[in-house]
């Protein structure tokens, strides 16, 4: 492994319960790996904009013919497929806004899918044309999502999540939530420690798999 990226969904900072569970998947990917770079993203603090007119003109023409202006309204799609092609592993911090990702999320899958250059289009439909590569998904909710008849929501962020992903290529997608966090300081402590034993049990152990294999 040679590149984490660490995205940040939260605009919470420090404070936010999906960035800390995702920090320490993180911390601890680098204590299994030490020496691997993490390039790191925040979608909260820095969200892509939305989708303007130059960008959507230019993503429907082939690239040979895109103008310069065409061009640099795609920089920053460039640069965000960019990070996740050079990533082995991606660790994803993101709060459930009304039953769905956040927009700065939103708005970064709208720049990294796109036709001719992260899929492409087929009869049998989309076909994903990057290599697959873990990510770990930290979801942080104010209610309960999962969980049976705890669940009094419904879930848009994870389905989601998982198609878009699979839609480039990438199908190794895993989550770990952490739930009813508007429940007082019991449950959230509860709910962080939880996290923090699966992240302890999961990724220190998939490594260490990986590792005897190669
Ligand atoms: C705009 C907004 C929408 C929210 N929508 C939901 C929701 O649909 N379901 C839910 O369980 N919690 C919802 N919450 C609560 C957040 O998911 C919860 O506070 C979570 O801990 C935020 O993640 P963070 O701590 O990483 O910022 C919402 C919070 C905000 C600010």
Redesign the pocket.
Known sequence: MNQILHIEC???GD?????RVARYAVESLLRENPGVHVARRNLGSEPPPHLSAGFVDAILLPPHTRTTAQRDALALSETLIEELELADVVVM???????AVPSGLKAWFDHIMRAGRTFSLSPQGKIGLLRDRPVLVAV??????TGGGAAR?PDYLTGYVRAVFATIGIRNVEFVT??G??RGRDREAIMLASARRWIDANIGARERRQARVM
């Open positions: 939260s605009a919470r404070a936010s319960f999906s960035s911090g993101t709060p459930m806004h009304n039953y942080s909710s104010g209610g309960f999502f929501q952490v739930e966090m508007g």
